[in-house]
């Protein structure tokens, strides 16, 4: 990231002051729980919508770069690497250049479903997919 290249013990001790790290507690979860709407959310998440493609295991990511079809933004970018969608809820505003406010803005437009390989949602089931995102 442009700094002096840090040797090996100095990455290493950085990775384990970042383990050491606590999430913060994710306060769309009741008692610890996905709600209604965010379990509906997650079986279209891996169904539907067809999410499950790029942003997968444990992590909600993939180690290969797609183009997701975006409009041209002066990047020389066309490739994206799919961000990790835990602490989604934190988050915002989204994509690499941040041209979406919200994740239903996202999900309406630049990051529809039916663009990446996906089911066209409607309204209530987009909403039931943020309600999972924001339980991640
Ligand atoms: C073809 C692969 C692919 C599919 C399918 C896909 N994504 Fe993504 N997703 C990406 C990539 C790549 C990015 C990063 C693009 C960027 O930064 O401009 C991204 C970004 C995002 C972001 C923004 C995260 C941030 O911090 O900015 C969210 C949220 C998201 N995706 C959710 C979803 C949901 C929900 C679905 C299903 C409707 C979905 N994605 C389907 C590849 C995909």
Redesign the pocket.
């Known amino acids: 990231m442009f700094g002096p290249q840090p040797t090996d013990d100095e990455t290493q001790a950085v990775v384990a002051f970042l383990a050491t790290l606590d999430q913060p507690p994710n306060p769309h979860l009741r008692d610890g729980k996905r709600t209604e709407s965010a379990n509906r959310g997650r079986l279209l ?1 891996e169904g539907k ?3 499950i ?3 997968k295991g444990e992590y909600y990511t993939s180690e290969r770069n ?1 183009d ?1 079809k ?1 409009e041209a933004d002066g990047s020389p970018y066309t490739l ?4 990790s ?1 835990r602490g ?1 809820w934190d ?1 915002g505003p ?4 941040g041209r979406s406010k919200s ?1 239903d803005e ?2 309406q437009k630049p ?1 529809a ?1 039916e663009k ?3 089911k066209e949602l409607t309204a209530d089931e987009r909403k039931d ?1 943020i309600e999972f ?1 924001l339980s991640l």
Request: aromatic share 12%.
């Open positions: 998440f919508a067809n999410c493609h790029c942003h797609y997701v975006l994206w690497n799919p961000p969608l989604v988050r989204f994509l690499h250049d994740l996202l999900l990051h479903a990446l390989g996906g997919v995102l």
